[in-house]
């Protein structure tokens, strides 16, 4: 099987209730990442273009739910369930959804 273009990480790392970072599990992202897989699909994009993944931790737990891009290597970050068709959009056209995209003082907060 050839490799895809892209590989999008969704991180799905759960923590406890109670714990002060949360987790992006708690934030949806296992809902997020089915409806990527679901709509990459629906596109026609899984077999060579794109594929989401389950991802433990990135370190962007200050940033909602987050994605890691590859091999473009850039984070969507506060990812919700609407976001989900124009994150695919991007994936069909080549381009980032820029408003999504986290900037270094984002990542520099971890």
């Known amino acids: 099987m050839a490799l895809r273009q892209r590989y999008l990480f969704v991180c799905s790392?759960?923590?406890?209730?109670?714990?002060?970072?949360?987790?992006?599990a708690a934030r949806g992202s296992e809902e997020i990442r089915a409806a990527?897989?679901?709509q990459i699909a629906a596109r026609g994009l899984a077999r060579l273009d794109?594929?989401?993944?389950?991802s433990s931790c990135l370190d962007?737990?200050?940033?909602?739910?987050?994605?890691?891009?590859?091999?473009?290597?850039f984070?969507?970050?506060?990812?919700?369930l609407a976001d989900v068709p124009e994150i695919v959009d991007g994936l069909a056209s080549g381009q980032r959804v820029e408003r999504l995209i986290l900037t270094p003082d984002d990542l520099a907060r971890g």
């Open 13 to 24: 790392n759960r923590r406890a209730d109670d714990d002060a970072k949360g987790s992006c």
């Open 75 to 80: 984070f969507y970050g506060r990812v919700t």
């Open 60 to 73: 962007q737990c200050s940033s909602g739910v987050c994605v890691l891009v590859e091999p473009d290597h």
């Open 36 to 38: 990527l897989k679901e």
């Open 50 to 54: 794109a594929r989401a993944c389950k």
